[in-house]
T-cell receptor
Framework: DTGVSQNPRHKITKRGQNVTFRCDPI?????LYWYRQTLGQGPEFLTY????????KSRLLSDRFSAERPKGSFSTLEIQRTEQGDSAMYLC??????????????FGSGTRLTVV | AQSVSQHNHHVILSEAASLELGCNYS??????LFWYVQYPGQHLQLLLK??????LVKGIKGFEAEFIKSKFSFNLRKPSVQWSDTAEYFC??????????????FGAGTQVVVTP
C-alpha cells in the first residue's frame, strides 16, 4: 500500500499519560500535515512540515503537544499529560509541494485517541 | 474570523434523488477549493478540486461542483445519488496567502444518508 499510514489506529490512555502517534507519508511527498478531528467537526489544522522543517503550528497545539519529522520521512506527534479534551481522531496527510496544486492532499486513516 | 461554512449538518434522501451540498467561505483572496468524502470507517478521499479555469469542475463518482466567486461559494452536486454515496462530505479551502499556503481549512461536514 503506497498511501499514508498511521499507527496505532486506536489508542486508549489514562488521563495524565503521554502518548505518541506515528505517520508514514507517501515516500515522495515532502510535506506532511497533522490535523485533529472531533465528533461533528471537520478536521482542524495542527501543524505541518516541509521535509524536516516544522513550518507552522496552530494555536490549538498547546505546549503539551510536540511533533517531529526527523530526516524528512515519518513524523511523530506526542501528547504529554493527556487530558480528556485531547480525545479525538488525529489525522495525518501528505503532499508533494511542486505538484500540490494539482493533486491535493492524501490523508491517512487516522489514530483515534480516547483519554479516560 | 475566516471560516468555511457548510449549510447542512445532515441530509437524508432517497436513491435517485438529486443532491446539492452548500459551501461558503469567507477568505477574500485567491483560494483553492476542495470537496472530500469520508465513507464509514474509511479515510478522507478527494472528490474534486478547483484551482483555476472553468468554475464547473467534475470529480469522481459523478460529482461536480461549481465555484461562484461573487458568492464565495463552492457547492457540490450529484444528479442521482446511490446508496453507496452515504458518507460525510467536507468542503475545504486553501487560502493562497504567504502564511497559510498549503494549509486546508475544513467545514464542519455534512452527513449524507441515502435510503434505498
Amino acid at each position: 500500500d503506497t498511501g499514508v499510514s498511521q499507527n496505532p489506529r486506536h489508542k486508549i490512555t489514562k488521563r495524565g499519560q503521554n502518548v505518541t502517534f506515528r505517520c508514514d507519508p507517501i515516500s515522495e511527498h515532502n510535506r506532511l500535515y497533522w490535523y485533529r478531528q472531533t465528533l461533528g467537526q471537520g478536521p482542524e489544522f495542527l501543524t505541518y512540515f516541509q521535509n524536516e522543517a516544522q513550518l507552522e503550528k496552530s494555536r490549538l497545539l498547546s505546549d503539551r503537544f510536540s511533533a517531529e519529522r526527523p530526516k524528512g520521512s515519518f513524523s511523530t506527534l506526542e501528547i504529554q499529560r493527556t487530558e480528556q479534551g485531547d480525545s479525538a481522531m488525529y489525522l495525518c496527510a501528505s503532499s508533494l509541494k511542486d505538484r500540490e496544486t494539482n493533486y491535493g492532499y492524501t490523508f491517512g486513516s487516522g489514530t483515534r485517541l480516547t483519554v479516560v | 474570523a475566516q471560516s468555511v461554512s457548510q449549510h447542512n449538518h445532515h441530509v437524508i434522501l432517497s436513491e435517485a434523488a438529486s443532491l446539492e451540498l452548500g459551501c461558503n467561505y469567507s477568505y477574500g483572496g485567491t483560494v483553492n477549493l476542495f470537496w472530500y468524502v469520508q465513507y464509514p470507517g474509511q479515510h478522507l478521499q478527494l472528490l474534486l478540486k478547483y484551482f483555476s479555469g472553468d468554475p464547473l469542475v467534475k470529480g469522481i463518482k459523478g460529482f461536480e461542483a461549481e465555484f461562484i466567486k461573487s458568492k464565495f461559494s463552492f457547492n457540490l452536486r450529484k444528479p442521482s445519488v446511490q446508496w453507496s454515496d452515504t458518507a460525510e462530505y467536507f468542503c475545504a479551502v486553501n487560502p493562497l496567502t504567504t502564511d497559510s499556503w498549503g494549509k486546508l481549512q475544513f467545514g464542519a461536514g455534512t452527513q449524507v444518508v441515502v435510503t434505498p
